[in-house]
């Protein structure tokens, strides 16, 4: 989907290499965002992204040990 290429663009991978995607709608302080969670390889990375703006609000990435 739409978050999906949005998250492998910013990270430079193909959506074919990425694994284990898991995306969830969650509401904060009145606004809602979704934590997008995915790997590509052992690397792991942790997004928050604004559900109205698609800003992303947080990026995060490390190996998983």
């Given amino acids: 989907d ?3 290429r ?3 663009i910013e990270t430079g ?3 074919s290499e990425v694994t284990r995607i898991k ?3 969650d509401r904060d302080h009145g606004s809602y965002k979704y934590e997008i969670e ?5 690397m792991e990375y942790d997004y ?3 559900a109205y703006t698609g800003a992303i609000l947080k990026a ?5 040990d």
């Fill in 48 to 50: 928050e992204v604004d």
């Fill in 6 to 8: 949005q998250m492998c």
């Fill in 13 to 15: 991978v193909s959506e």
């Fill in 38 to 42: 995915f790997s590509v390889g052992r």
């Fill in 2 to 4: 739409r978050r999906q």
């Fill in 23 to 25: 995306c969830e709608l």
């Fill in 60 to 64: 995060e990435h490390d190996y998983d």
